[in-house]
């Protein structure tokens, strides 16, 4: 499962350069494999006979777009899309770390999880319904889960109670904020090339926008984490207000065509398909160092979405949250770096 590979097509800026291919040192990873989501009935709720032919319709649709996991991987980066090529499972053991049991950013023990989807995401999807529905990989499968409380809907514990509380609690309030405009102008974004953050955050978007981003730091590295690697120090620095931003980690605002389709599907459906979704995370490890390299994936809220790549020695990063108008790519479209 070993491959050396070439340099990946993946996000930062309107601009870039491709770079030179790594030596046979690297070698392409994958972490998880799941592109998840859940959707929501409309109001009033239609009869059960009818509720399953629409949930059979919108299946075969996503079936017909092909595997939605597979997809989201190979749409532009192009070494992903063999997956002969990728180390994973237990073959990434000799490159994860031990679990210590403790806060991965101020070390205290590790008593609370955060959340894969936030709560007030899933929250606002949940609607009048009992409940909402998860796939996992692709849509043969879906289950129900019971409220946003749920353990599928959270990493594992990875941080103690002050950091995913009171010491984060800004960063979630900006996320709540751009989540929300999100929710409330989705359809419309479609049509925008730029999102402008005073819209989201009005005078203070300068200290809100970092803010957001430290939202997203925090999840990374939540999911870092999870899948048994090293928070990268670029990302605490970042955290702590050590630094303005994080140098080796590109961050992009897009929307995703095919998620679009699915949902304006959904709605001739009766569906409201305004899922939470995350794709699947891979990237690279250095055989001699027996470490992470590169680290890449992305969160979205219906189809905008937030796409990310930590790579190792990088210094050159241009995120969306050094600029108040910040661009909003196509999912295919994404800039070179």
């Given at each position: 499962?070993?491959?050396?590979?070439?340099?990946?097509?993946?996000?930062?800026?309107?601009?870039?350069e491709?770079?030179p291919?790594?030596?046979?040192?690297?070698?392409t990873i994958?972490?998880?494999?799941?592109?998840?989501?859940?959707?929501r009935r409309?109001?009033?709720?239609?009869?059960?006979r009818?509720?399953?032919?629409?949930?059979?319709?919108?299946?075969?649709?996503?079936?017909?777009?092909?595997?939605?996991?597979r997809?989201?991987?190979?749409?532009?980066?192009?070494?992903?899309?063999?997956?002969?090529?990728?180390?994973?499972g237990?073959?990434?053991d000799?490159?994860?770390?031990?679990?210590?049991?403790?806060?991965?950013w101020?070390?205290?023990?590790?008593t609370?999880?955060?959340?894969?989807?936030?709560?007030?995401?899933?929250?606002?999807?949940?609607?009048?319904?009992?409940?909402?529905?998860?796939?996992s990989?692709?849509?043969?499968?879906?289950?129900?889960i019971?409220?946003?409380?749920?353990?599928?809907?959270?990493?594992?514990?990875?941080?103690?109670?002050?950091?995913?509380?009171?010491?984060?609690?800004p960063?979630?309030?900006?996320?709540?904020?751009?989540?929300r405009y999100v929710?409330?102008?989705?359809?419309?974004l479609?049509?925008s090339r730029?999102?402008?953050?005073?819209?989201?955050?009005?005078?203070?978007w300068?200290?809100e926008?970092?803010?957001?981003?430290?939202?997203?730091?925090?999840?990374?590295?939540?999911?870092?984490?999870d899948d048994?690697?090293?928070v990268?120090?670029?990302?605490?620095?970042?955290?702590?207000?050590?630094?303005?931003?994080?140098?080796?980690?590109?961050?992009?605002?897009?929307?995703?065509?095919?998620?679009?389709?699915?949902?304006?599907?959904?709605?001739k459906?009766?569906?409201?398909?305004?899922?939470?979704?995350?794709?699947?995370?891979a990237?690279?490890?250095?055989?001699?160092?027996?470490?992470?390299t590169?680290?890449?994936?992305?969160?979205?809220?219906?189809?905008?979405g937030?796409?990310?790549?930590?790579?190792?020695g990088?210094?050159t990063?241009?995120?969306?949250?050094?600029?108040?108008?910040?661009?909003?790519?196509?999912?295919?479209?994404?800039?070179?770096?």
């Amino acid at each position: 499962a070993f491959q050396p590979r070439s340099r990946p097509v993946l996000p930062c800026s309107d601009h870039g350069e491709q770079r030179p291919p790594p030596s046979t040192d690297v070698q392409t990873i994958t972490c998880s494999l799941s592109l998840s989501w859940s959707l929501r009935r409309r109001s009033p709720r239609p009869s059960a006979r009818t509720l399953s032919r629409r949930r059979a319709g919108a299946g075969a649709y996503c079936r017909e777009r092909g595997e939605p996991g597979r997809y989201h991987v190979a749409m532009n980066e192009r070494h992903f899309s063999d997956p002969t090529t990728w180390l994973q499972g237990n073959d990434l053991d000799p490159y994860r770390v031990a679990p210590d049991g403790l806060c991965w950013w101020c070390s205290a023990p590790a008593t609370t999880r955060e959340h894969k989807f936030k709560r007030t995401d899933l929250t606002q999807m949940w609607g009048d319904s009992p409940y909402l529905y998860w796939s996992s990989g692709n849509m043969e499968r879906l289950t129900k889960i019971n409220g946003p409380k749920s353990d599928v809907a959270k990493f594992g514990a990875s941080l103690c109670l002050n950091c995913n509380g009171a010491r984060s609690q800004p960063f979630d309030d900006a996320y709540v904020t751009y989540s929300r405009y999100v929710w409330r102008n989705m359809d419309a974004l479609w049509r925008s090339r730029y999102i402008d953050m005073a819209d989201i955050f009005g005078d203070s978007w300068s200290v809100e926008v970092p803010n957001l981003a430290k939202y997203f730091a925090k999840h990374i590295a939540c999911r870092i984490v999870d899948d048994g690697f090293r928070v990268p120090p670029s990302v605490l620095d970042f955290l702590n207000g050590t630094t303005d931003r994080m140098p080796d980690m590109h961050m992009v605002l897009f929307k995703n065509r095919e998620l679009r389709r699915y949902r304006r599907a959904g709605k001739k459906l009766g569906i409201e398909a305004a899922g939470l979704h995350t794709e699947p995370a891979a990237g690279d490890v250095s055989r001699s160092r027996k470490c992470l390299t590169m680290y890449s994936g992305a969160s979205l809220v219906g189809f905008i979405g937030m796409k990310y790549r930590w790579e190792d020695g990088t210094t050159t990063a241009d995120p969306f949250y050094a600029y108040q108008m910040a661009r909003l790519h196509r999912r295919d479209k994404l800039p070179t770096v």
